[in-house]
């Protein structure tokens, strides 16, 4: 899980390069909006992980009512996180690269849209294909979404050309609003993805059986007692191949006075491994007016075990998972967005920046080697329309 | 919502989780052939001498399970020995050459899986090819050799 010196620049130039082309080839057919969009955001926690994030963004209105985008992206991350010293690993520093690119037309009330996404990173490569419909319904009183994508990964695991599993994934989003007053708008949905194929980690064990206290040579060699979580054995883990997700979603949102407004959030979540979860999200939209907010949200999320989850396990079991995130846990995140737009500067028909904060914390009831986890992401984005 | 809920449960239904056994292999096998093999080319601290490691293996004069410093050199206890056939037995499947236990330590030239300790110690890896008398040795042990019950491990003779 090392990064490649110097392939991060290599591809970003070829990016620049390819977006560049891209804006000489629509510049000369710009009938509408143009825009450039750029966010920055780090992401740190407490298990020692650091994630750097820039998120460039171009999109151009070619024709009547057609919007074509392109977007690059790249995470920067550095990680000595639990599930690495835990077994005996060091940190790891790595690239992820994601390419996409995304064309939609909108006529009369619909809108249909095309896109595809290219990731990459040292151990996985990902394409994926999507496809979408938006249509105003009742005198533009409601809506309707519906959405498919496909998405066809290559997992592999570093430095190991002898090891590559695939992933085939399936999704599928139908979902609607409705205005019920002039104030008060609610939508909801329905998400279904199938995945099938390699859902474990090649890097994670299961934990087989329990010794407590072991006696571990210290780096001068001499004997320390320490009291580790020292499994009898590391299982390579195994993961069930197929997973059916299912998520119900809705909420509610309310305009109070000049550009403020109050929305809540519900979603519930179970799949086929029988992990269920519950998010509760409350947001603020506080405006002076329409060029200058901010948003507070706070979300709630708890959710159980996956059925087949345990931190050790006293017999070998068909499936085996040292995955927390399919372990018990409950988690809370605080938010603030700030966000400013400017409009008719010079060339600009506008220019947006956004500011955000957001501090979280996971608890994991079930999981000894990480009880909680906590952490912030900071994003700073800037937006230009021509 | 009343009728949702119960068809998103109703595809939610538990999937199977038996029991299953990690590798049916001989113990004293594992005991007097094996061990002594793990003890001379991968159970060094730097290495799989280490607990955290997912496969880990308790040596004399390496990492022990308990005890002082001048204890180190006694020999393997009943219980190291139960922990190190355990620890071996996660990486063995029913059929020995997709086993873990044999690939990693046996070159990628020769069919084996990626193994950083090629990497950290350069050369061949533990076993260069399928020749290795070694390699026979723990072939022999997963496809089901079995040993005297009173062999003897080197070191606990006394």
Request: glycine fraction near 8%; proline fraction near 4%; charged fraction near 20%.
């Amino acid at each position: 899980m090392r990064a490649v010196p110097g392939l991060a620049l290599r591809i970003r130039h070829q990016i620049t390069a390819i977006a560049s082309v891209f804006v000489l080839l629509v510049a000369g057919e710009l009938h509408a909006e143009n825009r450039v969009a750029s966010n920055l955001s780090l992401y740190t926690d407490d298990d020692a992980t650091d994630v750097v994030t820039s998120v460039t963004r171009i999109s151009a209105d070619p024709w009547e009512g057609g919007t074509i985008e392109a977007s690059y992206l790249i995470d920067i991350i550095s990680s000595a996180s639990v599930d690495l010293v835990s077994s005996a690993t060091g940190r790891f520093d790595e690239n992820r690269h994601a390419l996409g690119g995304a064309v939609t037309h909108a006529l009369d009330g619909k809108s249909f849209n095309l896109n595809y996404g290219y990731s990459q990173e040292n151990d996985y490569v990902g394409h994926g294909i999507g496809a979408g419909a938006n249509f105003e319904l009742a005198e533009r009183n409601a809506t309707l979404g519906v959405s498919y994508a496909l998405e066809l990964s290559q997992i592999g695991r570093a430095d190991d050309p002898t090891f590559e599993e695939g992933l085939t994934t399936h999704a599928i989003d139908v979902n609607g609003s409705q205005i019920l007053t002039p104030w008060l708008v609610v939508n909801g949905g329905y998400a279904l993805a199938l995945q099938n194929g390699y859902l474990a980690k090649p890097y994670r064990y299961a934990r087989l059986g329990n010794n407590g206290i072991v006696t571990q040579p210290g780096a001068s060699g001499s004997l320390q007692t320490e009291r580790l979580f020292t499994p009898e054995s590391g299982v390579p883990e195994t993961h069930p191949d197929f997973r059916m997700r299912n998520a119900l979603y809705a909420g509610i949102k309310a305009h109070l006075v000049r550009e403020t407004a109050a929305e809540l959030r519900y979603r519930f979540y179970v799949d086929n491994w029988a992990l269920s979860g519950h998010t509760i999200e409350a947001l603020g939209h506080l405006g002076w007016n329409k060029n200058f907010g901010a948003r507070l949200r706070y979300r709630f999320y708890a959710q159980g075990a996956a059925s087949f989850y345990q931190f050790d396990y006293a017999t070998p079991q068909r499936y085996m998972t040292r995955d927390r995130e399919l372990s018990p846990l409950t988690s809370h995140l605080v938010g603030l967005k700030l966000f400013a737009r400017v409009e008719d500067l010079g060339f600009l028909s506008a220019l947006g920046i956004t500011a955000k904060a957001d501090l979280f914390r996971y608890d994991y009831s079930d999981f000894p080697l990480l009880p909680t986890r906590q952490g912030f992401v900071l994003e700073t984005g800037v937006e230009a329309v021509f | 919502m009343k009728r949702i809920f119960p068809l998103l449960l109703l595809a939610a239904s538990c999937i199977e989780n038996e029991p299953v056994t990690l590798g049916d292999v001989n113990f004293d096998t594992y005991r007097c052939q094996v061990q002594p093999i793990i003890d001379a080319k991968c159970s060094m601290l730097a290495c799989h001498g280490d607990v955290r490691r997912p496969f880990h293996s308790f040596t004399r004069n390496r990492m022990r399970l308990e005890g002082s410093d001048i204890q180190r050199d006694l020999p393997l206890t009943q219980r190291e020995l139960d922990l190190n056939y355990a620890s071996a037995l996660g990486f063995v499947t029913d059929d020995p050459d997709v086993s873990w236990l044999l690939l990693k330590p046996l070159d990628s030239d020769a069919g084996g899986y990626y193994h950083r300790g090629k990497e950290i110690f350069g050369g061949p890896d533990v076993f260069s090819d399928t020749e290795d008398p070694d390699y026979q040795i723990m072939r022999n042990w997963l496809a089901g050799a079995e040993e005297d019950p009173a062999c003897v491990y080197p070191g606990t003779e006394g």
